[in-house]
């Protein structure tokens, strides 16, 4: 039989399977801690309490909690970088005949030269379907964690229309 590490007290069996000390005043007053509590899921609907201890902590660093819709639209774009340092490898990689286009099988017709897209002029930029107002509370929507159909609710234009901003926003490096 396990004893409260205070005043020596016999613990019930189910109390000594979580606490070491008992039920009285000055015990709990001695022993007990506050729990520290954390949002780690918030939205409309519902919201989701953890309390914060050594394996919560580990989960959060582990990336357990992380926001499932952020992969597509979040503000975290580790990716591209990742894609564009493979590429040049891979072509240090090749070997000289492969990156002169030699390859084994010769070939019939010397590949058609391109030209360079024009430049659009300084003075007319491409003209976005939507306001500055708009980007700016979808940009905000999206950071908050809504979904594109409902932040097209929300400001009362199409979900292809507010994927196509948070996208452009991406692009340029916005988000």
């Not at 396990?2 to 000390?21: D, F, M, Q, V, W």
């Not at 009285?24 to 520290?36: D, I, R, S, V």
């Not at 492969?98 to 659009?120: E, M, S």
């Not at 491409?126 to 306001?131: G, N």
């Amino acid at each position: 039989m396990s004893k409260c590490i205070t005043c020596g007290a016999e613990l019930h069996p189910e109390r000594a399977a979580k606490y070491n000390y008992c039920m009285a005043p000055e015990c709990q007053e001695k022993n007990a801690k506050g729990l520290t509590i954390a949002v780690v899921g918030m939205n409309k609907a519902a919201e989701e309490f953890v309390i914060l201890d050594e394996a919560t902590k580990a989960d959060l660093a582990s990336g357990r909690y992380h926001d499932q819709r952020r992969g597509s639209f979040g503000t975290s774009t580790a990716e591209p970088a990742a894609r564009t340092a493979a590429a040049p490898a891979a072509r240090a990689t090749a070997t000289p005949a492969v990156q002169a286009g030699q390859g084994t099988v010769p070939a019939r017709h010397p590949a058609p030269k391109t030209r360079p897209p024009r430049p659009r002029p300084a003075s007319t930029p491409a003209r976005k379907p939507w306001s500055r107002k708009q980007e700016k509370l979808a940009l905000l929507y999206n950071e908050q964690g809504l979904r594109p159909a409902e932040i097209a609710d929300k400001l009362g234009v199409s979900s292809y229309l507010v994927t196509q901003i948070i996208l452009a926003a991406k692009n340029r490096g916005k988000i």
